[in-house]
């Protein structure tokens, strides 16, 4: 690790006090000082914190953002979002404190992976299955974005989904609910810290509550439809997971679940989320969401909207008005209680409160911080950092990768090499014009680049063949730069095909013809098919979007800097046909495999591409002697072992993973969980004994009452490099 000074002196968190009567002295200080202020609150000035406009430009259906000055100096306006930079936060803080009662905004942003600079896409990180690089990259972006003047960001997103049609999973961490909960911890830490207080954090917002990872065909928006033991097992966890590491904010989601729009759902959000779970933040509608319960044929309008919104536990309306043009009627005529409004305005000045902003309304706005902190090469260094453990090795024919150091002249083909705006991704806030792209990276390591588009990214097609394919021979190797556009992924961004366009794949074909050796970065925000590389190309590297540093982080991977490590957190099909495609399917009362009737498809197979936890290193690790010893420790059932050594020629990483299989239980359980894993870094003929426990936690699951039981039986227990090639015990509880 290099140069990680700004890192290592920001990740220092302030620490609260520890003292218990010390801490309970300060809850009761706070607790005197909002009785007081809200004492003093008119029904106006209590609407108005729940109340969150946009400036300076729309992440939504809104054609019309403006500035809001005059409302905000009346003390009607609680959050904006879309306001960042320490002046402009400082001038809307300034209005603020004009108000009657000098109540501060809290600023917004959708900083999703990295603000200024860039961090690969959520998607790609959960690929490094490193908590601690995760957790890093988000506390590298609250250190920049609070010198920026922002106070909340709303991620990190921890949808689970299946479903890759879906643009969405480029923001999420794949598809399994145990390795998922994990993320959102380490991202909700990295964001928040220890202490609220300090000034280089800034509040998480879990999103989106609940199930939007699941709409039906992949299309964004749509329609969620399940059981309550489905949600409970595969899609609730990470919400819970990421509430009980103190997440400060929860955001409502677009869809519908159980057959009410999640904005106006009780269940979820006063029911699960605030009673049973003991949620002590706020909620934020997502952009519009209140008003677009009219849209669900839900709500007769938007007096019904905001009735729906509040009765349900929604405390903050992110951009529609329907709160601040009904609210006050709806108390006024005693059709809703005031203390509806009165407890969502106390969790919201709460977060005000412990986030500093009454002691200091300025405290996020030090223009020379900003310019000390933004785009530092501290950030850098860690993006590069997280980066390069996010790339997953695909195939590796001939042992083509590492490149040796002897290779000077590379044959450089396509546009997406050279494009600052892709290697950002979807969801960015990155300066796109810092971005060093590969073609930058391999200029500043003094190589000769012989370069071609190779093909059109606007139509795909191949463009002037002849002349790519003599840069492809006067070349020692080829590196082939495809995939998604970043526009291609994302919110909004379903695709009904995640084929690599055929162009793109034929040109593949027709530069391995050449007989040079050839290496395919398929760059990507979701799982893609790509079934003709696959099968032509003798190397491949999944690179995603990486962002700031993605052309040293490549690089670095490419000439065996550093041995990529990645492996995938989502299947990649072979088929469209196949998705939704997971690891954790049941077996169902004819199970696949067994004869001619039984489930799978005649026309496709039911393989993957690429199986959940898949990803290849530059040495090699061997398994063996997987074993299960009892444990006497209270708690604890038993112990999985396995002896991992690293039998290639070079230093390397692993991610060793635990599966369980309930071989019976009350309900239908699936083939296999991730219960476990462990990252281990082995020298060249190193070995280690890597232990996974068994507890409540590795053999439970819930029932379709929502309740967490375990049940004895038998269970077998497997370990591997990923979910398909693994090896197993019997274990009986």
Known sequence: MKNLTL???????????????????????????????????????????????????????????????????????GSMLNVSGAEKTRRMQEAAMQSRLRIPLIFGLDVIHGFRTGFPIPLAEAASFDLDA????????????????????????????????????????????????????????????????????????????????????????????????????????????????????????????????ATGNSFLLRHLLKKEWGFDGFVVSDWGSVQEMVAHRYARDEREAALKGITAGLDMEMVSECYRNNLAELVKEGTIDESLIDDAVRRILIKKYELGLFEDPFRYCDVEREKEIVNSQPLRDEARYVAERSIVLLKNEQNILPLSPSVKSVALIGPLAKSQKDMCGSWSCADQNKVITLFEAMQQRGLTINYSDGYDLKTDEITNLQHTLAQVRKSDVTIIAMGEEAWESGEMRSKADINIPAGQQKLVEEIVKTGKPVVVLMMCGRPVIFNTVR???????????????AG????????????????????????????????????????????????????????????????????????????????????????????????????????????????????????????????????????????????????????????YIVEPGEFTFMVGRNSQDVESVSFTL
């Open 7 to 77: 890192f290592l002196l920001s990740v220092c968190f302030l620490m609260a006090c520890t003292n218990t009567e010390k801490q309970t002295e300060k809850q009761k200080e706070m607790n005197r000082f909002i009785d007081s202020l809200m004492g003093q609150m008119t029904l106006e000035e209590k609407i108005g914190q729940l109340s969150q406009c946009s400036g300076e430009f729309a992440t939504g259906p809104d054609n019309n953002p403006i500035s809001r000055t005059e409302d905000i100096s009346k003390g009607l306006i």
């Open 134 to 261: 995760i957790e890093r990259s988000a506390r590298c972006s609250a250190i920049e974005a609070s010198a920026s003047g922002l106070h909340w960001t709303f991620a990190p997103m921890v949808d689970i989904s299946w479903d890759a049609r879906w643009g969405r999973v480029m923001e999420g961490a794949g598809e399994d609910p145990y390795y998922g909960s994990l993320v959102a911890q380490a991202r909700v830490r990295g964001l928040q810290g220890d202490d609220l207080s300090a000034d280089n954090t800034i509040l998480a917002c879990v999103k989106h509550y609940a199930a939007y990872g699941a709409p039906m065909a992949g299309k964004d928006y749509n329609s969620v439809d399940m059981s309550m033991g489905h949600f409970a097992n595969f899609y609730m966890p990470p919400y819970k997971a990421a509430m009980e590491a103190g997440a400060a904010t929860f955001m409502s989601s677009f869809n519908d679940f159980n057959n009410q729009p």
């Open 535 to 549: 099968e032509k190309a003798p190397a491949i590297l999944c690179t995603w979007w990486l962002s700031s540093e």
């Open 552 to 707: 040293p982080a490549i690089c670095n991977v490419l000439w065996g800097d550093y041995n990529p490590s990645g492996k995938l957190p989502m299947t990649f099909p072979q088929h469209i046909g196949q998705i939704p495609l997971y690891y954790q399917y049941k077996s169902t009362g004819r199970p696949a495999g067994q004869d001619v009737w039984c489930t799978k498809y005649i026309d496709i197979t039911d393989q993957p591409a690429y199986p959940f936890g898949y990803g290849l290193s530059y040495t090699r690790f061997d398994y063996d002697n997987v074993r299960v010893e009892k444990s006497d420790e209270k708690g604890v059932y038993a112990y999985v072992l396995v002896d991992i050594t690293n039998s290639g020629n070079y230093d390397g990483e692993e991610v060793v993973q635990f599966y369980v299989r309930d071989e019976y239980a009350s309900i239908t359980r699936p083939v296999k969980e991730l219960r476990g894993f462990e990252k281990i870094a082995l020298k060249k003929g190193e070995s280690r004994t890597v232990k996974f426990p068994v507890t409540d936690k590795q053999l439970g699951f819930y029932n379709n009452d929502m309740e």
